[in-house]
């Protein structure tokens, strides 16, 4: 049974940082592409970022492009999302994602899903 099990959410304030940690089981994860999404209230998911199988490739949404670095762990299972400066329209659940195919910034892709974990960024 593949879990995917988000931490490292919680209210922060604007300028500051967090980082995600999603731990992995019940799958190979290193032929797995890894991604995280985010939704916040009222809104679809979007993509965040994503890591190819070997860690070579990395995708970044616009928004968070110089702000969060995605990384990951095949030794330990885990896939890791560092965020900083955080803003206030960060804000949302953030889920972690797998894919068995090729790294993609499309949602509709990724087999695997976790439960999420929250962001919230004060002003």
């Known amino acids: 049974q593949v879990q995917l099990v988000e931490s490292g959410g919680g209210l922060v304030q604007a300028g500051g940082s967090l980082r995600l940690s999603c731990a992995a089981s019940?799958?190979?994860?290193?032929?797995?592409?890894m991604g995280w999404f985010r939704q916040a209230p009222g809104k679809q998911r979007e993509f965040v970022a994503a890591i190819s199988r070997s860690g070579g490739s990395t995708y970044y949404a616009d928004s968070v492009k110089g702000r969060f670095t995605i990384s990951r762990d095949d030794i330990k299972k885990m896939v890791y999302l560092q965020m900083n400066s955080l803003k206030p329209e960060d804000t949302a659940v953030y889920y972690c994602?797998?894919?068995?195919?090729?790294?993609?910034?499309?949602?509709?892709?990724?087999?695997?899903w976790g439960q999420g974990t929250q962001v919230t960024v004060s002003s």
């Open positions: 019940g799958l190979t994860f290193s032929t797995y592409a």
């Open positions: 994602a797998a894919d068995r195919g090729t790294v993609s910034t499309f949602s509709q892709t990724y087999d695997y």
